[in-house]
């Protein structure tokens, strides 16, 4: 135990501090060049980052703050995770071929952590932790160990041409999509997550997007506890397509745990998915505003669990139906 303990505190400390430019090219195992005058760090090739820690985490570079950029090449697969406490652009040459990539493996050891109530953000592709800002452009996360996407304490994330795709078969893999602090953007995204796409926890503004529904993914979610009230979703074009999700009736918009009330505006919205309920909130103490104009939906019934309350103006009209038209 006293060894166990020992580690925890070793690896937590690496995990803390940032690893230098001079760590992370010794701990890469591809290409890079490092620009010391505009502090841009480029990966040039495909590789792994390995600081031989314990298991999931030994691919976080805390990168340190005279890194001002990240770039990944085109045709180029980085393996690891990134965590920032100051402002950083990260961006791709080209959005599905400059790839941050996490692991083949279906099941992760973090996932019975998550499950047991364990925080697992620091297992994010990219996490940002504090009052930053961080700025994710053309590129795509590839099954990332754990969540795509974190802001923790008032970071701000903006996402431009950014793809979040699971392909293990999106099942207890926790691969969130975006939970960032008020003021957070996407824009131009793709999400195929197996889990929740967009974690409505804080104000949002969501443009030009498509998220499928893969097995277990929510693109929405309101929330797994009391969190959150007054979060605003502002969404315009938003398209949603695909035939699943999680469980047996599977919901485009869903509260699952707490007692909040949000709303959801959105401007241009397609739906199609003819095995989902269009909300889902479980507990009495959620209530949805929900405005929707220009949408063309066609799910399987408005309504799943039916526990809060939704007050629904779509298409002008407050029938809660399974089918709106334009």
């Known amino acids: 135990m006293k060894t166990l303990v020992i580690l925890l505190l070793v690896v937590g400390s690496a995990m803390a501090r940032a690893q230098s430019v001079a760590e992370l090219v010794r701990s890469y195992s591809g290409g890079s060049i490092w620009d010391l005058e505009t502090g841009q760090f480029t990966f040039t090739s495909s590789g792994v980052i390995d600081f031989k820690r314990d298991q999931e ?4 570079w805390t990168v340190p703050a005279r890194v001002k950029a990240i770039v990944i090449a085109a045709q180029v697969r980085v393996t690891g995770q990134f965590t920032f406490d100051h402002d950083c652009i990260i961006q791709g040459a080209d959005p599905e071929t400059s790839v941050i990539y996490g692991t083949d493996t279906p099941e992760l050891l973090h996932a019975k952590k998550l499950d047991a109530g364990d925080d697992c953000s620091p297992y994010s592709a990219i996490l940002g932790r504090g009052r ?6 053309n590129l795509t996360t590839l099954n990332p160990i754990c969540f795509m996407w974190t802001g ?17 078969g999106g099942w207890h893999n926790h691969s969130d999509g975006i939970s960032a602090a008020a003021g957070s953007t996407l824009r131009n995204c793709y999400l195929e997550t197996g889990d929740d796409a967009i974690k409505l926890y804080d104000d949002i503004l969501v443009e030009d997007t498509t998220i ?12 797994w506890g009391s969190y959150g009230d007054k979060a605003k979703g502002v969404f315009r074009n938003l398209t949603i397509i695909g ?9 485009v918009i869903e509260g699952e745990k707490g007692n909040y009330r949000k709303s959801i505006t959105i401007e241009g919205l397609i739906v199609t998915n003819p095995n989902a309920a269009l909300v889902s909130l479980h ?14 939906i066609s799910v399987k019934q408005f309504w799943g669990k039916t526990n809060g309350t939704c007050r629904s103006v779509i298409n002008g009209s407050t029938e809660q139906t399974a089918r709106y038209s334009r």
């Open 152 to 168: 923790k304490n008032g970071a701000k994330l903006h996402l431009d041409h950014v793809r979040g795709i699971d392909n293990r």
């Open 212 to 223: 499928k529904m893969i097995r277990n993914c929510v693109p929405i979610q309101l929330g």
């Open 243 to 251: 035939e699943k999700g999680r469980g047996q009736l599977p919901a």
């Open 132 to 137: 930053i800002t961080l700025n994710v452009r």
């Open 57 to 60: 985490m030994s691919g976080i």
């Open 283 to 296: 507990e009495e103490g959620m209530a949805l505003d929900l405005s929707v104009k220009q949408a063309d």
